[in-house]
């Protein structure tokens, strides 16, 4: 069978873009609820998730940016948030995704 080459479903959840699609940039951010007293343990261990970044924190409430490759990237590392000791809740809040353009290796015409 041929045909228009189809985005495979386990190619989006590992991070892979399609065959011959353009590759894509997500961007999202999520709340996470946590128990007060372990919000600086939670804070720094966020911070060593690539990809990631903490940009509020105040009464148990974490705000979080969150970049990759895909919408599983994304997930994956929401779920490694929500499995840290301390965490109650982590919400995605928002997504947004760009197509990037794939660089051929031309130079690009600055007219």
Do not use: W, Y
């Not at 990759?68 to 997930?75: A, E, I």
């Not at 994956?76 to 997504?95: D, H, K």
């Amino acid at each position: 069978m041929s045909g228009p080459s189809l985005v495979k479903r386990r190619d989006v959840l590992q991070g892979k873009p399609g065959g011959g699609h353009a590759a894509e940039h997500h961007i999202s951010s999520a709340v996470v609820r946590a128990i007060p007293s372990k919000v600086p343990d939670i804070l720094a261990q966020i911070a060593t998730i690539e990809g990631v970044e903490s940009v509020a924190a105040e009464n148990g409430r974490i705000i979080l940016v969150l970049e990759g490759g895909s919408s599983g990237v994304l997930g994956e590392r929401l779920t490694a948030i929500n499995l840290l000791e301390g965490v109650l809740a982590a919400s995605m809040v928002f997504e947004h995704f760009e197509q990037l353009e794939q660089s051929h290796g031309a130079g690009a015409d600055s007219s």
